[in-house]
């Protein structure tokens, strides 16, 4: 299993790197580093490298999407999605592998 971004997730990705004026050897790099409340915390960036040999690609929704082979081991079957509402916007991760994770959803235990 991979990570994936859902559609709505996909086109928020495209909004920003249109606007950002990012070619298209930008990757959205998804990971996670020591961290945050529960343990670990989710990291999403851009990125111009990637490298067969540490780095899986995939391409949801016409978004190639980066995840470090270190990272797929706690981010194996998670699913990037928008959320935007009145009062807040942004990535959420639905993460199986989660044991527990913070009230903000930015931080996780596995």
């Known amino acids: 299993m991979a990570v994936k971004i859902t559609e709505r997730a996909a086109e928020e990705v495209k909004r920003f790197q249109k606007e ?46 980066v995840v470090d082979k270190k990272s797929a081991l706690y981010l194996d ?9 009145l009062e807040k916007q942004g990535f959420t991760f639905e993460n199986p592998n989660a044991v527990k994770s913070c009230g903000c959803g930015s931080s996780f235990q596995a």
């Open 20 to 65: 950002h004026n990012f070619g298209d050897d930008m990757v959205l790099r998804i990971g996670i580093a020591a961290g945050g409340c529960s343990g670990f915390s989710y990291t999403l960036n851009f990125d111009d490298s990637y490298d067969d040999k540490v780095d899986t690609k995939y391409d949801h929704h016409g978004v190639a999407v």
């Open 77 to 85: 079957g998670t699913t990037v999605d928008w959320y935007e509402s």
